[in-house]
């Protein structure tokens, strides 16, 4: 960790209020960490813009018993296998699977990943988590 640095920021009382009642329902401890988090969070999101190497993780929940649907599944994950880092397959009940799935590359590939998992016929949910590799944050 980096030295810290103490700076005033001056801001309307109205929006100062409104950001503390925020803050103190999402159990942040101070306000520097919560300041902290927001420019992490735009620097993450400028990373996904900008095109360098992102991380991130997908979710995808569907019904094993769907004939093909798992074979399609594996197969988008062979043609990507240079961006899955790893993969975590939970059977939540009888019929429905969660499977998470690790990536780490551009984020045109990552997104294009994303959303071929998310779009193949069976699958109920799918959502990529964007974060960061931690190298530039
Ligand atoms: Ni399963």
Same mark, same amino acid.
């Given at each position: 960790?980096?030295? *810290?640095? &103490? ?9 100062? +209020?409104?950001?503390?009642?925020? @803050?103190?329902?999402?159990? !942040?401890? =101070? &306000?520097?960490?919560?300041?902290? #988090? ?10 996904? @813009? %900008? %095109? ?7 979710? *995808?929940? !569907?019904?094993? /018993? ?8 594996? $197969?988008?994950? /062979?043609?990507?296998?240079?961006? @899955? @880092?790893?993969?975590?397959? +939970?059977? *939540? $009940?009888? #019929?429905?699977?969660?499977?998470? +799935?690790?990536?780490? %590359?551009?984020?045109? $590939? +990552? ?10 016929? %069976?699958?109920?949910?799918?959502? *990529? =988590?964007?974060? =960061? ?5």
């Amino acid at each position: 960790m980096s030295k *810290l640095v &103490r700076f005033g920021v001056s801001l309307e009382k109205e929006l100062l +209020v409104k950001f503390d009642r925020d @803050i103190s329902q999402k159990d !942040y401890p =101070t &306000r520097s960490k919560a300041i902290g #988090d927001l420019i992490r969070e735009s620097f993450v999101k400028k990373e996904w @813009i %900008g %095109g360098s190497e992102v991380a991130g993780a997908i979710t *995808l929940v !569907y019904n094993h /018993h769907r004939r093909e649907l798992v074979n399609k599944l594996t $197969d988008i994950q /062979h043609d990507f296998g240079a961006f @899955i @880092i790893s993969s975590q397959h +939970v059977h *939540l $009940d009888h #019929d429905n699977c969660l499977e998470i +799935v690790v990536v780490k %590359g551009k984020p045109k $590939d +990552v997104e294009k990943l994303a959303q071929k998992l998310k779009a193949t016929k %069976g699958v109920k949910h799918s959502s *990529l =988590t964007m974060t =960061t590799t931690g190298k530039k944050v």
